[in-house]
């Protein structure tokens, strides 16, 4: 085994998924092919690398070791049988290709070519398309998984829905995240305002999600789709990950990443429960009213004073957000004593976001 399958064997099933469908995107050489066969109405049967077990697994055909080209596999497919292409798309192997997997390796598929693909990849390595001649429908298997490669005028219009929809998402959350901002100032956040903001979050994590697959559909096309998704989404994490320390029970860095799995894994329906949010933050007995102080690591983030690592510093010194505040009312200078090289600048900038005068 080279190092090349070494490092195929140690990808994920999700990994190994996102590998396949990548290598289908348009602007490959592959897909162009795909296009061609689909466009001559024809049906394939394509294995992609660990050539050896694939070999092993059928008979007949013709062999070849010619250079992979789009034109050449088109033409090669008007032929019954698999073709088979190396793992790197430098060579077709082989032509008319008969495989014999197992028949009795499990599958859910129907049609004759469906099957042998989706054996083929539970009994090897490779990835394996088959495209239907009747239906037109391209599959691409890994692992004994079917996908199926959806069009591009398919992709885009998920795509748009889902731009559409953040855009919607983040102007609604940017509103809530300001009003969290004041509320927490007056020490008035309730579990009801934070189990809406981080319902919001969980929203647009979960479009930026579904976009991500429609990104790796479109390939080389899918640029601009990526560029607004950074734009609703690119910084959220981080901001979503101090919001969640500033709330939990623990504020610990690991514990809120066990949180935020928790919240991502919850279904929707129960996520809009506060009391569930609250269970996830680590409280049994707060009702929808129940007053909640931020420790203040996302606000004090904010400011472009505050270095890393020393939000978390303030924090330990001060204990929360209510007390930073009364801090720098009372005397800001004190702020050099947790390494806040500029603590006026810092004073300033708490009084500016609640338009607020020192």
Known sequence: MDVQEAKQDVLSPKQRREQAIRMCA???SLRMAIDMIIAGHLGALITIGDEQAVMAAGNDGFKLDV???ASRLFELCKMDGAVVIDKDFTKILC???HLNPDPSLPTNETGTRHRTAARMSLLTNATVISISERRQVVNVYVDGKGIQLRTMSEVMASASQLTAAMQSTR???DRQLLRLSALELDNFVTLA????????CEMLLASAEELDSCILELGSTGRIIEMQ???YAGALEEEYTLLIRDYALDSSVENAAAILTELHNTPNDQLRSPKNVAKALGY???SIDSIMTPLGLRTLNRVSVVRTGMADKIIDEYGSLQDIVAAVDEDPAKLEEVGVSNPDVLADSLHRMWDRSR
């Open 67 to 69: 250079s992979f080209t």
């Open 229 to 231: 998704r950074q734009e």
């Open 26 to 28: 348009p602007g490959t």
């Open 171 to 173: 102007q609604q959350l």
């Open 284 to 286: 049994e007995d707060l």
């Open 193 to 200: 305002d934070v189990s809406n903001v981080i319902y919001l």
């Open 95 to 97: 032509a008319n290709f």
